[in-house]
């Protein structure tokens, strides 16, 4: 296909594009200035300033570094399998990645969002969305562990998610992709779309003490997509805003398709007005099935339970909870500066920004100043409700995040650069380029009620020459900016794990020093906790073998282990005596078609086997604990189904044998 023959604006973006992509800037080495090293140093042995939880997209983990050092500090298993923690391999962890389509060991995770108090961070949980099999996660900030996965059902592509409102009353997720409900009949013609599809957001409901997610109603809407959201803080705190694109309902090429239109929309959601249509009994009981996994801390063992029951709102049919906003053009990032009165749409094909105002939005709802329907929900004017609009900022705006001094900064990915500008007289302050193609950035606290006006920190999609070739595919980046003063200074970037999206930089005061050291064995209420190595046995129950060992520096308990057969089912109850910090123990066996166990002090993981050959399998603790290290082994004998070899276990004197030598014939 010619590209005289694509649409103009597709035609234009296209070219964009290929200029971004295959143009770098001048002396990009060059750009980060002299005092840039010793601002992002931290010496040895002190810590960071704040963490900073960054997505891992395709990776289905979540990443934590230090800032300003850039520095790894831990991965998070979240939606994927992970070898070399055990998560989702292990007994206690697989029900977390339970859903109501089966185990599903994989998912997309692109935005995290923090827990709030009165619109700041306060470092209790933070959340992450599955955004191919719809769910979303909680973690523990005290631990680093998912804590918990809720699946969202009505919902396809869970994009616009997590985002939190300013008390972490609700974490609020909207489907990217329009669908039939799961409660309908789904084999219906694809181009019966406009039909048969809608959306869904999802308004999910956090316990204040023990963050505990019920999905508390859904809202029915429209077959459109919604891309992304923030909520309303102070004056409009009750609202929930999301930009809003394919507003044609095209099912096919939506490149093309879905970007006719000059201006889409924002869509404004009254969620206290549809907790009044909750309380009156409007909302319709809808049956569908959906995972709840939680992981108790007490047993150290994750459940899962399928939910059969949602309560679900028509905002078509309800009047009062949703309005529409429109925004230039496919609008792609939405946010809500710290006062709450600046909403900020970002149409990735528009060549402005566009600043809308709740007071003015409020005014005009009151006022009845509509401009028609969209699918009987009330559409806004244009001018009604812009506060006013950013001119010529740069190309392909995504998001905007602020530093609570009056100024916004925006992500542009076509032309691979940060624009800093003033909220009220909406003019533009800086530029600073990115190395390449950002998407989305942040500030500490930069889409709450409090930032911190020290760093800003992009997410880029392409590096280029920023690091060594490693083959086709190159380490993606975040890049740190020094915003204290007047103009922003580039001063460290840093490859991060998988694609990062959106991230949470929090303070570390917040949340250091409640970090969890270790798990106290006497507290461990696991059904298989051996607490103590005099407690270490096996016990054959029909072809099941449970093994409860123990690990301390530098032995396992038992280490020789005979009369296991081939066929059995073999579990490793595994508990790490240790009660110090960062004495983790593992756990490995030859030919296991799992993983590793890695056990935390104090803690228990359980890893089956089912043996298939005759043997001798040794196993061995994975993870260096002390100068014996590599003494910390063992051996289980594997005979043939129906032989006679007893059971018998032991270690040092106890192991089976003693102090004999016993010769195996060949």
Known sequence: MKLSNVPAALALAAALILCAYSCKPKNTANAVSADAAQKTYVPPGKYDEFYDFVSGGFSGQMS??????GRLLRVIPVFSVDPQAGYGYSEETKPMLNTSHGFIPWDDLHHIEASQTNGEIDGRWVFGNGNNTPRIARIDLSTYNTAEILELPNSAGNHSSPF???????????????????????????????????????????????????????????????????????????????????????????EVNASQRDKDFIMAINWKKAEEYLQQGKGVKQQVKYAHNVYDEKTQTASSTI???????????????????????????????????????????????????FNKMMDAINNKKFDGTYENIPVLKYEDVLYGEVKKPGLGPLHTEFDGKGNAYTSF??????????????????????????????????????PNAKYVIAYNKITKDRYLPTGPELAQSAQLYDISGDKMQLILDFPTIGEPHYAQAIEASLIKD??????????????????????AKV????????IYMTAIRSHLAPDNIEGVQVGDEVYFHFTNQEQDWDIPHGFAIKAANTAELLVMPGETRTLKWIPEKVGIYPFYCTDFCSALHQEMSGYIRISPKGSKVPLAFGTGDKAPGGKDTTTISK
């Open 514 to 535: 409640k970090s969890k050291k270790f798990y106290d064995i006497m507290q461990n209420e696991n059904t298989y906790a051996t607490k103590g190595e005099p407690n």
């Open 413 to 450: 990915f076509i032309s691979s650069e940060i624009v800093k500008w003033n909220i009220k007289d909406l003019k533009v302050l800086d530029r600073a380029p990115t190395y390449y193609s950002i998407g989305h950035l942040s500030i500490p606290g930069g889409d709450t009620k409090k």
């Open 64 to 69: 934590v570094y230090g800032l300003p050092s």
């Open 539 to 546: 016990v054959r129950e029909g072809n099941k073998v449970h």
């Open 164 to 254: 939190t409102t300013e008390n972490t009353e609700y974490i609020v997720a909207g489907t990217r992709f329009s669908v039939p409900p799961d409660n309908a009949d789904g084999d219906v013609p694809i181009d019966s779309y406009k039909k048969n599809f809608l959306g869904t957001i999802s308004f999910v409901s956090v316990d204040k003490n023990s963050g505990n997610m019920k999905i508390a109603f859904q809202l029915k809407i429209p077959g459109i997509n919604l891309d992304l959201s923030h909520a309303g803080k102070g004056p409009s705190h009750g609202w929930f805003f999301f930009s809003c694109y394919n507003t044609e309902q095209a099912h096919t090429l939506l």
């Open 307 to 357: 939910e059969t029951e949602v309560t679900v709102l028509d905002v078509m049919s309800l009047p009062g909870i949703a309005y529409m906003m429109p925004c230039p053009k496919s609008p792609h990032g939405c946010d809500v500066d710290p006062t709450g009165e600046y909403i900020v749409g970002s149409g990735k094909l528009a060549a402005l920004i566009p600043v809308f105002s």
